[in-house]
Each structure stands twice: as structure tokens, then as C-alpha cells.
């Protein structure tokens, strides 16, 4: 046998094993519970969780552990990250994906702020472009990183039923963003109809920003103006924390998340 072939031939089996290797790794973790501990925290630190029916607790356990091992912490601005900040942040994000198959595949690093914080933002018109910066709660990015203010990401799992969650707005980005396009028009499910879904949200985001231009109340934020990509983030935040009224005001909408993340909240012991 020629030499480069057997090279080729070793490189081959090396990167099978190696592929082997992880999957028998996620597997582990996926299968893991957590600690009593940990458990405790995560109850403690997000109470949308004690709804969560029992047969997703496991799932959920699991993602959290396959979350943690894959995901890097990091505080900015004299923030030292503790535990409680870790599983809270980990197990909102595992919400969204505890009874489907997506995952935060290109999610790497999370940044903590102690708060708010200042963000450049860039404009394009024509040849012409403008910076400046503005004050955020969170901020999502196509490959990754996503950075949060603490004190509004602790807040927004605390409190879970006023339908504001940063947490669960910007990793319904990282959702959107598996497309390859923040666009509010993530990958659907399996037998999930892209046409549908299309029609349901932009009939409703139009909707919805005539209500925000005429001054009216909105059950989805009316920060959902700004864009579909936002409209979509917004609706996620309300799907979870206030799912009742969601269906009431948005019934397509919420059928669509039904189908989209395969839970169905309004339907959740303890909702009000």
C-alpha cells in the first residue's frame, strides 16, 4: 500500500474516533443529572422552571450540563462570575431548545456586564457611515458571543411573569440566528410549514406596528417594532412568561411557537 494512502487512511479512522469521541461525550452529559445543589439553584434563580411539566426536567438537567461544558463565562467591567449566574443563564437558554433538536452549535462565550452597557452601533446610508453608542441589556451575535447585564438578566428570570426576559430574548436570537440569518424566520421543525409561519408573523407584525404607532397597549413589547428579527424575540419572551395572554391576543403566533419549540406553556400547571 502506497504510503500517502496509508497517511490518509490513519487520518480517516483518527477523525472518526475523534467524531466518535464527542458524541459519546454529549451522550454522557445529555444523560446527567445535576447536582442537589445545582438543582436547588436553578429553582431558586429561575422559577419559570418549577412550571416546566416533569418529563422535561431530565432533558432540561441534561442541556443544562451539555451547555455549561461547552460554553465559556466571561465577566467584563470587575464582574466575577459566580455559579448561581452560570446555571441561571445556562437553564433559561435550555428552555428554549429542552424539547427539540437545535442546539447553540456556534455559541462558544457569554459575556456578564455588572449592568448596562455601552454598545457601538453602526449605520449605513449609501456610501455613508455613522457610529454611536447606545445602552444595552444584551446583544446577540451570528457566531457568537452573546453578552448580558447581569442585573437584567437576574431580574428578568425572577421575575417570570411580566414577559420581559433578556435572557430568553437574546438566545431566541441565537435560535433565529442557525438559519444563517437573524431575520425572525428560524428553521422549522419537522413537518412545520415555512410558508405558514411567514404568513402568521409578518400579518402580525404589521399588526403590531400600527398598534405601537397609533399608542396603543400590546401584549408582545413594543420594541417588536423595530424589526421581524425583534418582533420574534419579543414574542418568545412573552410565549414563556405570560403564554395565556399571548394565546389570547396572538393565537397564530403562539400556535406557531407551539409547533416551533414543541412545548406549550399556557397549558403549564401554575399559569396564570
Avoid at 91 to 106: E, M, P, S, T
Avoid at 146 to 163: K, M, P, T
Wanted: hydrophobic share 45%; with cysteine; charged share 20%.
Amino acid at each position: 500500500m502506497p504510503i500517502f494512502v496509508y497517511l490518509i487512511l490513519l487520518v480517516i479512522a483518527a477523525l472518526g474516533v475523534r467524531h466518535w469521541s464527542r458524541r459519546q461525550a454529549r451522550k454522557k452529559l445529555l444523560a446527567t443529572p445535576l447536582t442537589e445543589r445545582q438543582r436547588a439553584i436553578v429553582l431558586e434563580e429561575v422559577p419559570l422552571v418549577r412550571r416546566l411539566p416533569a418529563q422535561f426536567h431530565g432533558p432540561l438537567e441534561g442541556k443544562i450540563n451539555l451547555f455549561l461544558n461547552q460554553v465559556q463565562f466571561v465577566g467584563r467591567g470587575g464582574l466575577e462570575v459566580s455559579e448561581e449566574m452560570e446555571l441561571s443563564i445556562a437553564a433559561q437558554a435550555c428552555l428554549l431548545v429542552v424539547n427539540i433538536d437545535q442546539w447553540y452549535k456556534n455559541l462558544r462565550t457569554i459575556l456578564i456586564y455588572p449592568g448596562a452597557f455601552k454598545s457601538l452601533q453602526k449605520q449605513h446610508s449609501g456610501y455613508v457611515v455613522t457610529e454611536r453608542e447606545i445602552v444595552r441589556t444584551g446583544e446577540s451575535w451570528l457566531r457568537g458571543p452573546v453578552v448580558l447585564s447581569w442585573a437584567d438578566s437576574e431580574q428578568g428570570a425572577l421575575n417570570d411573569r411580566d414577559g420581559h426576559n433578556v435572557v430568553l430574548h437574546e438566545f431566541a436570537h441565537q435560535i433565529d440566528n442557525l438559519s444563517g440569518h437573524t431575520d425572525g424566520a428560524p428553521l422549522m421543525n419537522k413537518g412545520q410549514s415555512f410558508a405558514e409561519w411567514a404568513r402568521v408573523f409578518i400579518e402580525a407584525y404589521e399588526r403590531h406596528v400600527r398598534a405601537v404607532e397609533r399608542g396603543h397597549h400590546t401584549v408582545i413589547d413594543p420594541y417588536g417594532a423595530e424589526g421581524h428579527q425583534e418582533f420574534f424575540a419579543v414574542s418568545v419572551e412573552v410565549f414563556f412568561e405570560k403564554p395565556q395572554a399571548l394565546k389570547q391576543a396572538e393565537p397564530e403566533v403562539y400556535g406557531q411557537l407551539v409547533e416551533l419549540f414543541r412545548l406549550d406553556p399556557a397549558g403549564w400547571e401554575g399559569v396564570i
